[in-house]
């Protein structure tokens, strides 16, 4: 019955290559991949989503010595930050190239790069050689995939191939940074922090978590079914809602007077990687059991706990 979802390196980079569509793994979440010079195909990934066209993809390449095919400029800070987190979790925006087509950047004249750190799709990548372009794979506003079901239960049937690699390391989108002059300007918070940043570069331009710099980034996204409330006062927001179905999203120890059942634990106190990596399947654990409410417990707003707020915020705004 699921003859659309599989292991076969060859066969993905074989459909992309002839302009389908294939859901490839990367260590934050699955992306819906396509040949990224290849308008046609770009498209496909717009309709297949229900993706406002004015919200720019990310392209995806093997190795860093590509970055250049596709972008006029790259800062020294820039090669800096590759050199140290590439491959990895880190999308990086800069000015295009010509090469590089309108559909893919929604018309702005810079593109969003990243070498993702996953064996499957790096191997994925090196076999095609081709640059692809890949939003994360799920229908525009829900919640992100971090396994190959997610991806299957949400978009299955509208794609050609679901390249299986486990369940995503890392858990949330790569932390998107751009650059004013040569400073780095954080777009997007991810598991790589400010912080991260900051070491290698020494200064870090104006930061804000709500940046509209990066148009996906609008205020509701992430966004289960089931209405989520954001909190840092779980138990009085429960109390302020007798005779509600609840589910909570909390981590460090489960919250008094809710069943345990109705719980899931992200993570130990200050585990703060394991609590990404654990965030999108517990929420979409938790939508499918159809409470009236979740409730999700804040993060200390540091770090990656900041970009677990982030996410969580945006799933709260629907
Ligand atoms: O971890 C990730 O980044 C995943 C995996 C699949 O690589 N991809 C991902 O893509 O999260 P997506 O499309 O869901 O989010 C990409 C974000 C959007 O907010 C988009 O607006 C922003 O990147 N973006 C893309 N190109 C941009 C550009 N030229 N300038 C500013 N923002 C850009
Ligand atoms: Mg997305």
Request: aromatic content about 0%.
């Given at each position: 019955m699921f003859n659309n979802i599989g292991t076969d390196v060859a066969l993905a980079a074989e459909l992309l290559k002839q302009g389908k569509l294939v859901a490839i793994p990367t260590e934050t979440v699955y992306g819906l991949a396509a040949?990224?010079?290849?308008e046609t195909a770009v498209a496909k990934i717009y309709e297949v989503k229900q993706r406002p066209t004015v919200n720019p993809l990310i392209i995806h390449l093997a190795a860093t010595g590509q970055v250049d095919e596709f972008v006029s400029y790259v800062p020294d800070v820039a090669r800096q930050l590759m050199a140290r987190f590439c491959p990895g979790p880190l999308t990086l925006v800069l000015p295009r190239k010509?090469?590089?087509?309108?559909i893919v950047t929604a018309g702005k004249d810079t593109v969003a790069v990243r070498i993702p750190a996953h064996p499957v799709t790096h191997q994925l990548l090196s076999r095609t050689g081709l640059p692809l372009a890949a939003p994360s794979a799920n229908p525009s506003g829900y919640i992100s995939p971090t396994t190959a079901l997610h991806v299957l239960a949400t978009l299955g049937e509208k794609i050609r191939y679901i390249l299986d690699?486990?369940?995503?390391?890392?858990g949330i989108e790569s932390t998107i940074v751009g650059f004013d002059g040569d400073t780095p300007v954080i777009y997007r918070q991810g598991v790589i922090t400010a912080d991260d940043i900051r070491e290698v570069t020494g200064s870090i331009a104006h930061y804000s978590g709500h940046s509209i710099l990066a148009p996906g980034m609008s205020k509701a996204h992430y966004s289960p079914v089931t209405p989520v409330m954001f909190t840092a006062d779980v138990d009085k927001a429960i109390a302020d809602r007798p005779g509600k179905s609840i589910g909570v999203l909390t981590y460090g120890e489960y919250t008094p007077g809710i069943p345990v059942t109705d719980q899931v634990l992200l993570c130990a106190d200050s585990e703060w990687s394991s609590a990404a990596r654990n965030l999108y399947a517990a929420m979409h654990a938790l939508d499918s059991r159809k409470y009236d409410l979740i409730i999700a417990r804040q993060f200390p707003q540091s770090g990656i706990g900041a970009a677990l707020n982030d996410r969580l915020k945006r799933a709260a705004s629907k």
């Open positions: 040949n990224a010079l290849d010509k090469i590089v087509p309108d690699g486990g369940p995503c390391g890392a």
